[in-house]
């Protein structure tokens, strides 16, 4: 089975669909540079499927392919990139906000 996210752009999330669930991980465009990851949701039939994992893991390379930075306030998100050190360069923290 292959795990095929995407990007809902009109509903500012990332998305995972698997057996007619939706996993979702929720952002906000803060300026022309930078989103807000704000809420990740897998729903209880699909956890232990490492499905938030490929969504933040998507949802972290399509920023950085468009030149974002992300300011990870999903907790779930901000664990992921103080592991995933390759994501170091866009992450943002709340400190450094303007």
């Known amino acids: 089975m292959t795990i095929e996210p995407k990007k809902n752009e009109l509903m500012k999330r990332f998305e995972i669909t698997l057996e007619g ?3 979702v991980l929720d952002y906000v465009e803060q300026n022309d540079t930078t989103l ?5 949701f897998v729903p ?9 994992a490929i969504l ?3 949802a972290l390379n399509d920023a950085r392919s468009h030149g974002k930075k992300v300011v990870p306030q999903c907790s ?3 664990t992921y990139m103080e592991r ?3 994501y170091d360069a866009i ?4 400190g450094s906000l303007r």
Do not use: D, M, Q
Request: glycine fraction near 4%.
């Open 56 to 58: 933040t893991e998507y």
């Open 21 to 23: 669930k939706t996993a």
């Open 44 to 52: 209880p039939e699909l956890r232990g499927r490492n499905v938030a």
């Open 36 to 40: 807000i990851f704000t809420h990740t």
């Open 84 to 86: 995933h050190h390759e």
């Open 76 to 78: 779930y998100v901000a």
């Open 91 to 94: 992450r943002v923290t709340s």
